[in-house]
């Protein structure tokens, strides 16, 4: 009888797990866990500057209504600037204006820029555009 229970003693012996074996399986879940909460930072950083862009787009999209050249008696090469109110506090816009060729062309560059503050410095998102406006010339019949 004594060579029967002595297996069973010997067994739960080594029912457990070492030291060694704890420690290995918390240095590989730690591994595990840093690079997860790492990709998750970086998703949310991304999720943030699409935020961002998306409304850049927007408030450039509003710019163009709220602004319009088209309008605009005479097309003056300079730059105009302005800010959002509302819940787009932090962000404002400017539109450069500068003519392309000769002054009869009446072409003109234009880019309208949205500008806001992330992580401290300053980004923004970029439209850039021609524009037609020929001068009226004495004696033709083209009008605008």
């Known amino acids: 009888m004594n060579s029967r ?3 069973k003693a010997r067994r739960g ?5 070492t030291l060694i074996e704890v420690m290995l399986a918390l240095a590989i879940v730690a591994v595990g866990l840093t690079g997860i909460i790492a990709a998750l930072s970086r998703c949310l950083s991304v999720i943030a500057q699409s935020r961002a862009y998306q409304t850049s787009r927007h408030l450039l999209a509003r710019v163009e209504v709220e602004e319009p050249l ?3 008696e005479k097309i003056e090469p300079g730059t105009e ?3 959002f109110s509302g819940d787009y506090y932090g962000y404002h816009w400017t539109r450069d204006i500068e003519r392309v060729g000769r002054k009869e062309d009446g072409l003109y560059l234009v880019r309208t820029r949205v500008y806001w503050s992330e992580r401290g410095k300053e980004a923004f998102d970029e439209v850039v555009t021609y524009f037609y406006a020929p001068e009226e010339k004495e004696g033709g019949e083209f009008t605008r």
């Open 13 to 17: 012996a080594r029912a457990g797990l």
């Open 81 to 83: 600037r302005g800010s």
């Open 5 to 7: 229970h002595a297996p």
């Open 70 to 72: 088209l309008l605009k």
